[in-house]
């Protein structure tokens, strides 16, 4: 989204504290703010799609986060999904990527940090440029972002569709670690270990079926 249009945030969190000091360090910077204190609440929220984006913590009371982005998901909802949650376990992170976020950030976070994530998320949101692109029988449209392997159409979360898309420009070539992590989030990356968790999540979608 360019940076002159107010973003409308949705805040699922269940934590007063963590909330407050959220919402607060948004809206000060120019975030139009709704907030959920229950996950059922928050499911009632965003399938208004109101929102353009989501930040979802996972241990809410009266539904968990992952069933919320699931339902989301499966009521046809693309707006980008921030776990944000104290669950650190790569496990977590992968089920949380499969489920249908866009990006999965550990409590507790700097700040700052979970800005630039949502300017990143918020960015990658735009349609990309239309084109097809092709590896033996991996096919990508960059314009629809619609993903086939073996004649089946697979589903990917936006950070997934922008390394495949950078994956398959560079095919054959080796595409750096550096270059990876601006593609899906500028200059303020967060680290190897975001990059590595969302290009396993990748793999998983694309290979291990076949």
């Known amino acids: 989204m360019p940076p002159t249009q107010t973003a409308r945030l949705l805040l699922i969190e269940d934590q007063r504290d963590i909330a407050a000091n959220i919402w607060d360090y948004f809206e000060r910077r ?3 703010m709704d907030h959920a204190r229950d996950g059922r609440r928050g499911l009632e929220l965003a399938l208004e799609g ?4 989501i930040i979802l913590d996972l ?8 069933e919320l982005c699931r339902r989301l998901r499966a009521a046809g909802h693309e707006m980008p999904v921030l776990m944000l949650t104290a669950r650190d376990a790569l496990e977590d992170k992968l089920r ?3 489920d249908g976020a866009d990006d999965y950030v550990v409590k507790p976070v700097v700040l700052c940090e979970l800005k630039a994530r949502v300017r990143a998320l918020l960015r990658r949101g735009l349609p990309l440029p239309g084109g097809r692109l092709q590896a033996d029988d991996l096919e ?5 972002f619609v993903v086939h392997r073996g004649g089946r159409q697979l589903a990917l979360t ?4 922008l390394l495949l898309e950078r994956l398959l420009q560079r095919a054959p070539n080796v595409v750096t670690h550096e270059e990876l992590g601006r593609v899906l989030w500028g200059d303020g990356q967060p ?3 975001s990059l590595h968790t969302h290009m396993h999540a990748l793999r998983i979608t694309i290979d291990r079926p076949f």
Not at 50 to 53: G, H, I, P, Y
Not at 59 to 66: I, K, Q, S
Not at 158 to 161: A, L, N, S, V
């Open 30 to 32: 120019g975030y139009a």
């Open 50 to 53: 109101r929102f353009d984006l």
């Open 59 to 66: 241990g809410l009371p009266r539904l968990d986060g992952m």
């Open 96 to 98: 949380g990527l499969r």
């Open 140 to 144: 990508f449209d960059s314009g629809s």
């Open 158 to 161: 936006r950070m997934q569709t």
């Open 191 to 193: 680290g190897a270990g």
